[in-house]
């Protein structure tokens, strides 16, 4: 290290050019890092849809979803299967694992749609991959606003369609458009089925004289006077009244023309959801969809930018209003934590100057901050790491430490300036100080880079979550270091200067005075420093039991996300009138609610698959200090839940708009925790689900609990007779063919308006198709003319089927969902399994797990407990290593413990439940405790080293060594102290984390300062 030093400062113009230019380009790099609230968790999934034609859900499963499964089987990488057959649709989530290319992904996906697709019956459906985005892809949500009332539904929808979505589609990170609401424009055919008898045709010849009559042809090209022209037929439809006069059939001679048969009118497409807004009715809504991995500021800002050109082109009267975009949680959740960050940097350079009692010092020992922030920004940059609540919670987290470095440099420096005499050069003096700490200096940070290993190898959402912040922490102390053992003897070189001996602070003689008699006392008495560690930690063991435990505290997103559940056997229009009504009551109840904007069942195929009677209601709100309500969210959700409870028609459930994405997407749960029963049979998941939803109802803290609805959907089933399709000629497609068109309809085409298409949609008139009694008497025609009557041919009775099927590995599986509030995940859990196990019977083949934020949690605490006890070797080995003592390495990891007291305590006292940010907290403070004690320790060895009497060297040691660990303690609590006490966007999650820490420094620093040199004689070295 000799070396190093002297070629520092024989180059030390070079060196503060190369400070320089970090400051620069750090922060060149933070203003063009993309920035995100939150690390995007999502796993690395590939959606595949599947539309049917209004196939029931045990269909659906069945011809679709089970096929798109067994294709799915054996992918490379591949982790999991979930699916949801619902009426008319399948979705098949393909999960790969961690890390994986979701390109990679996509491509192998894609290959065996082709196998899929040869196993999926004709006619139901084509296997579609979903857009490529995630949990948190839904960036910006919309409403098509008419300020006239002059515009109908389908034109609402046809300029959201063709202007809005169109335009912003092509926007660069933009990977699709969803819209909801409105009246999609069709060209609609109703027959008249006394027309059908009439004129003796049938529906499906309909159809096949509109296709003939509705195209156009090319007829390459002819050559007139030199000149080439290009001959081209044109036949399409154009519109209504092109519609009408197609010829379907010539009776004598004279023609039958389509307007003859059929009621021809423009109206909208059969809809499975639908939009409502503030409770004054429908709306059209659109969402936006990032691309995977773009930047969500800049797409936003993006899109922002094209909304204005947008409406300055939509027709009069038309406007889109955005009413919800990540840019407010993006800016708020960075906010808290830059601000914090800020803050941070200002109070740690404040307690550098009262501690160092000199600005020449404090000045070297301050740059360490800006230096190792910005060679952090260049590492994210290069990492492509985005700026979010993490990252930058990580570089908050490690303002304190990053002085710790060239703080003992420095002192070193002073020291040896003070006791040197006046022949030696100034060079040679600043050599031998910063080669009598480098090596402890390069252990210590080495030490707490080394134990954030466990977050690095955290895999899925906690991976995801967490690993930023291991980068951010891990690179920071790197900077540090580079920092106190290259640039600080420069620049101390510079601005320190030769002391007078006598220059005694009076800081630090204040503190000697209180801090010299206490050490020296418990040096005498080691008993007593035992029995005070000893306190602390059977402190620590009755506290420990008495702390709650869950995943990661609520992430409070500003706005409320309400999933309301129907009666499965509920109608469009009726889910409606209950949600509008639910609308007014809302906002009349709730006044810091400023939008409702709600969805219910599914739009467009892309985001949700969620069947009529469910309904998702995003709620605004006012700024949280103008609440009237409530002062928290939790206060909010219980008022809302409170307000609700008897609402008639309809179930809540209170979350969040990204909480909701994530947790869906993760866990297939639609709660932050929820108990999932496997089996085959779904009249017993059915049955023992209500057992257990009644059980978990009686527990303490349950809120919102629900068991899915998979059954009660009325069905009116159409069994063929296979008899008497045989005795008249008929084959079983032919009757469903036109069971199909009568009822459900049948695209006959499209007919185009400049770019713009929309559907010919044949079938029945509706006074003809809406009752079972007229069903009964749909006319099927065979090949030898006859017509017989549909009960003739087919039983058509009234059953109750399932209203959605969910699987996972190829199993069937029900979920009972909960939120939880005023107590902890994990006891309540625990309290659940109790009363589960006690009281609920479960059939062989039939099992329960739990999912949602606890399945999450016991994931992250499996990895930690593998992984921690590892890293604690490998620190006890590198220690050993260090100091080539067991008993030094054992003296300096008894830190841990102490430390570990201290954060317990601290949990405790504020209230706070045991979460990966506290784990995380203990992590660091692992790294803190054992920075301090490695210094100590190693000034103890050299004093015994160089002849120094046993106890005075424990005094001299403990002494000397007051400041630099008082000054590492104070500015690692004070760097925290803005997490600790923010209130913003994200603050709940970096606080566990800083109350640890803090709490943990607190023992830590009395056991360094107190307890270790009293008992450093019994782990000393043989010299």
Known sequence: MKELTHAVLHNRLLVLAILASVLVAGFSAYRSLPVDAYPDISPALVQVFVETEGLAPEEVEKYVTYPLESA????????????????????????????????????????????????????????????????????????LEDETGQYSREALREAQDWIVKFNLQTVRGVTEVLSVGGEVKQFQVNVDPHALLRYKISLPEIKARIEANNANAGAQFIVKNDEQYIVRSVGLASDIKDLKNIVVKTVNGTPVYLHQLAELTIGGKIRRGLALADGRGEAVV????????????????????????????????????????????????????????????????????????????????????????????????????????????????????????????????????????????????????????????????????????????????????????????????????????????????????RPKRDDERASKSKLLAIYQPMVTALIRRRGLAVAISLGLLVLGGAIAPRLGSEFVPRFNEGDVLIRATMAPSISLKKAKETMQVFEQELLESFPEVTKVVTRVGRGEVGAHADPINNAEIFVALKPQDEWQSASDLDGLYAAMSKQFSDFPGAKFNFTQPIAAAVDELLTGTKAELAAKLFGDDLDVLSQKASVIETVIKSIEGAQDVQKDQIGGTPQLKISLDREAIARYGLNASEIQDTLKIAIGGASAGQVFEGIRRFDIYLRLKKSARDRKDKLARLIIENNRGQRIPLNELATIEEVVGPRQITRENNQRFITIQTNVRERDIGSFVEEANRLIESRVELPPGYFLKWGGQFELQQQANKRLMIVVPITLALVFFMLYASFGSLKNATLIMLNIPLALVGGIAALWLSGLSLSVPASVGFIALFGIALENGLVLVNDLNDRVAHGTEMGKACVESACSRLRPVLMTAVTTAIGLSPLLFASGTGSEVQRPLATVVVGGLISATVLTLLVLPAVYPWFAKKH
């Open 286 to 497: 659109g969402m936006v969809l990032k691309l995977i991995g773009s930047n969500t500021s800049a797409v936003i800002e993006e899109v922002v930018k094209e909304l204005e050109t947008i409406n300055d082109n939509l027709p009069d009267g038309m406007s889109v209003q955005p009413y919800y975009d990540q840019a407010t949680l993006v800016k708020a959740a960075v906010s808290t934590v830059t601000s914090a960050l800020v803050q941070g940097i200002a109070l740690v350079t404040i307690v550098l100057f009262v501690f160092m009692g000199s600005i020449r010092p404090s000045v070297v020992v301050a740059l360490s901050i800006p230096f190792s922030v910005a060679f952090t920004f260049l590492a994210m940059r290069y990492f492509d790491i985005s700026a979010n609540l993490m990252s930058l919670g990580g570089i908050a987290i490690a303002i304190g430490m990053m002085v710790d470095g060239a703080v003992v440099v420095v002192e070193s420096i002073e020291r040896s300036l003070r006791e040197s005499s006046s022949e030696e050069s100034r060079t040679a003096i600043i050599v031998r100080a910063c080669h009598s700490v480098a090596r402890p200096i390069l252990f210590a940070i080495s030490i707490i880079i080394l134990v954030f290993l466990p977050l690095f190898t955290l895999q899925g959402v906690e991976g995801a979550t967490f690993r930023p912040l291991a980068y951010t922490v891990a690179t920071a102390m790197l900077g540090s270091l580079f920092f106190a053992l290259v640039v600080a003897p420069a620049c101390a070189y510079y601005l320190l200067k």
């Open 72 to 143: 799915m089987n054996g992918l490379p990488k591949l982790d999991r299967i979930r699916s949801v057959s619902n009426f008319g649709l399948s979705v098949v989530n393909i999960y790969f694992e961690d890390g994986t290319d979701i390109y990679f992904a996509r491509q192998r996906v894609g290959e065996r749609l082709q196998v899929a697709r040869e196993a999926i019956p004709s006619g139901f459906g084509e296997p579609v991959m979903g857009p490529i985005t995630t949990g948190l892809g839904q960036i910006l949500f919309y409403t």
